[in-house]
């Protein structure tokens, strides 16, 4: 079965702590550029301009609306080509309409309540 993906934020993605294929993540962002001959795409982070290349090889074709919110999950690699971290996508989905800030923010108090739980 399917990892779903633990929930990242594009800023908090670091090369050294992607191993190929090790860690299904989720991350949402929007969609800045596509490029569906070459399979890549771009999502970024609305408020921190951060942004990481997604391979959509496994995707493609998907309805694109540049500037548009997606959800993707996937694994990170690290990419000698682009010397960068690359997503290869296995889900994506438009979320449209999400508030982007008030999502971060559950997502912090979520992850802050899990702490909490493990330390006692």
Do not use: W
């Not at 997503?87 to 989905?93: F, L, Q």
């Amino acid at each position: 079965m399917l990892e779903h993906g633990e929930v990242v934020f594009i800023d908090e993605i670091k090369k050294e702590d992607v191993g190929v294929g090790e860690k299904s993540v989720r991350l949402c962002g929007r969609l800045d550029d596509h490029n569906f001959e070459d399979c890549r795409a771009t999502l970024s982070d609305p408020q921190t301009c951060s942004s990481v290349i997604l391979d959509t090889s496994l995707v493609e074709p998907f309805d694109t609306h540049l500037g548009s919110i997606f959800q993707v999950i996937g694994e990170l690699e690290y990419s000698e080509t682009d010397c960068t971290v690359v997503m290869r996508t296995r889900v994506i989905r438009s979320v449209d309409g999400i508030d982007f800030i008030l999502y971060k923010n559950v997502i912090t108090a979520q992850r802050k309540y899990i702490s909490s739980r493990s330390d006692t």
